[in-house]
T-cell receptor, first 115, second 112 residues
């Protein structure tokens, strides 16, 4: 079965620090990749997604992610975090051909940004 | 579009009582998902439907849990009887297959 790993369970940063959250998946075929954000007390919302094309994807609020097929990775980055980025971040992977057709979610990474 | 609608937003009940959670997906979406989120176990997929048909219910924890989707615009998740360990936030999401999912606001369930 397809799996998604988010190795950083908890990340604590100061404002203006750079952020990189790891996401690795197990399926070797064609994949669609997603990052979702869940602000405290709210539901999951899509940050960005990758289906094809430029492996560097830009999302909302200054976030970006890079798909590296050879490493089975889709890491999320932001050059300078803000206090308002405090949230839980989920990586998800689906495969339209083989693997898991519907998105499989990672365990999530909790990000706390100190002002 | 109003997005995915869930009701109630909060539910407090006593152990042994029946609980019914409701979801209205976004019109046109052909997949509907039920998730449970807890601090201990994170986000768990309970069951999902495609065109109103249950496809995979392997995530449903026990026979006390059941889900239905009688039509394209409505789904329920029922717990009978409820237990304190069922306390969690239950999310409904809808989407188009392998594409992104749109999550509802969730129902926070507390079983005393």
């Amino acid at each position: 079965a397809q799996s998604v790993s988010q190795h950083n369970h908890h990340v604590i940063l100061s404002e203006a620090a750079s952020l990189e959250l790891g996401c690795n998946y197990s399926y070797g075929g064609t994949v669609n990749l997603f990052w979702y954000v869940q602000y405290p007390g709210q539901h999951l919302q899509l940050l960005l997604k990758y289906f094809s094309g430029d492996p560097l994807v830009k999302g909302i609020k200054g976030f970006e992610a890079e798909f590296i097929k050879s490493k089975f990775s889709f890491n999320l980055r932001k050059p300078s975090v803000q206090w308002s980025d405090t949230a839980e971040y989920f990586c998800a992977v689906s495969s339209p051909s083989g693997g898991s057709y519907i998105p499989t979610f990672g365990r999530g990474t909790s990000l706390i940004v100190h002002p | 579009d109003a997005g995915v609608i869930q009701s109630p937003r909060h539910e407090v009940t006593e152990m042994g009582q029946e609980v019914t959670l409701r979801c209205k997906p976004i019109s046109g979406h052909d997949y509907l998902f039920w998730y449970r989120q807890t601090m201990m176990r994170g986000l768990e997929l309970l069951i999902y439907f495609n065109n109103n048909v249950p496809i995979d219910d392997s995530g449903m924890p026990e026979d006390r849990f059941s889900a239905k989707m009688p039509n394209a615009s409505f789904s329920t998740l029922k717990i009978q009887p409820s237990e304190p360990r069922d306390s969690a936030v239950y999310f409904c999401a809808s989407g188009w297959g392998y594409n992104e999912q749109f999550f509802g606001p969730g129902t926070r369930l507390t079983v005393l």
